[in-house]
Each structure stands twice: as C-alpha cells, then as structure tokens.
C-alpha cells in the first residue's frame, strides 16, 4: 500500500503528557495537511505544509500543538500538556501541488486523554 | 470563513433505490467540491468531486450536482447496494488551490437489503 501512513494507529495518554504523532505521505505528493475529527463530526483543518513550509494553521491549533515537516517528506504532530478535550482522531492527508488536486488521507491515529 | 451545511444526518434507504444527500455552502469563493466516503474506523476515501465551472458530473451510479447561484450542492447515489453503507461528508474548498477544506457534518447512509 503507497498511500498515506500514520502511526502510531491508536494511542492512550495521560492528562499532561505529552504525545507525537507522525505522518508519511505518498511520495510524489509536496502538500501535507493535518485535520482533527471528533465523533459524529467531519474532520476540521488545523494546518498545511507546502514541501517544508508550514503555509496556514487554523485558530483551533492552540499553542500546546505544534507540526513540524523538517525535510518536506514525513511530518510530525506533537500536543504538550494534553487535556481531555484533545481525544480525537488525527488525520493526516497528502497530496501534488496546483489547482484543486485532491486530498488523499491516511488512517489516523486515535487519541485517548484519560 | 467558509461553513457547510449537510442534510440529513442520517438516510435509511432500500437496496436498489436512490439516495440524494445535500450541501450548501456560504463563501462565494469556493470552487471545489470533494465528497468522501468514511467506513467505520477507515479512513475518509474521495468518491467524486467537482469544480465551480462544472454543473454536474457522473462516475458510474455516483453523481454530483452543484448550484453555484444557490451555493448548493447534491450526491446522488442510484441502484444502491450494501457496500454503499457508510457516512458520507461533503465538503468545499474556499481557497484558490489551498485545499482548506471546509466539511460537512457527515450523512449516515444505510442501505436495507
């Protein structure tokens, strides 16, 4: 499978600690984005990265989240100080630069604060 | 910002007839219209999409109609099967190559044998 991979596919963390989550996308894709979906709900944009630049974040990223794509392949999604309102699933999705190519997304990994 | 609206949240329909979810959207601006399919516990999987200088398009028993003056758009699925079973988002794209996306709140889509 040459789709988007995440890891780790499911994850149960403390109040407090703190978590990292990554993404690889498909390779030939320079576009990278994370969203967050919450049960019954669709998946909410929190940023995007263009190779290794993070172009946009949405005001629902507090400052405890952080995204980082360091050599514009894999990316990394790390949450300081989580609290029970960050269980979610995290989404990561790729895809090619220009126009309105389409979003192809990974798995995610599901959070659990407890 | 861009916000979308879906209805109905949830769509029971027998095997073999149609099902018509709907989208509507509020920024002008936007002009791409994805729709994925989400499996429980799967990821979100693109079935079709469309572009604002698009009115309508089909793949197989899967459509997509968009209304640019109403700001609405339309899934139609005909000749449904089980396999159709799933939750179903909308969503629009209201910055020039960006994919943004903005979702819907998803259809839950039963398909009765």
């Known amino acids: 499978d040459t789709g988007v991979s995440q890891n780790p596919r499911h994850k149960i963390t403390k109040r407090g600690q703190n978590v990292t989550f990554r993404c690889d996308p498909i390779s030939e894709h320079n576009r990278l984005y994370w969203y967050r979906q919450t049960l019954g709900q669709g998946p909410e944009f929190l940023t995007y990265f263009q190779n290794e630049a993070q172009l946009e974040k949405s005001r629902l990223l507090s400052d405890r989240f952080s995204a980082e794509r360091p050599k514009g392949s894999f990316s990394t999604l790390e949450i300081q100080r989580t609290e029970q309102g960050d269980s979610a699933m995290y989404l990561c999705?790729?895809?090619?630069?220009?126009?309105?190519?389409?979003?192809?997304f990974g798995n995610g990994t599901r959070l659990t604060v407890t | 910002g861009e916000n979308v609206e879906q209805h109905p949240s949830t769509l029971s329909v027998q095997e073999g007839d149609s099902a018509v979810i709907k989208c509507t959207y509020s920024?002008?601006?936007?002009?791409?219209f994805p729709w994925y399919k989400q499996e429980l516990g799967k990821r979100p999987q693109l079935i079709i999409d469309i572009r604002s200088n698009v009115g309508e398009k089909k793949d197989q028993r899967i459509a997509v109609t968009l209304n640019k003056t109403a700001k609405h758009f339309s899934l139609h699925i005909t000749e449904t099967q089980p396999e159709d079973s799933a939750v179903y988002f909308c969503?629009?794209?209201?910055?020039?190559?960006?994919?943004?996306?903005?979702f819907g709140q998803g259809t839950r889509l039963t398909i009765n044998p």
């Open positions: 969503a629009a794209s209201g910055h020039q190559g960006a994919q943004k996306l903005v």
């Open positions: 999705a790729s895809s090619r630069a220009g126009g309105n190519s389409p979003l192809h």
């Open positions: 920024d002008s601006a936007s002009n791409y």
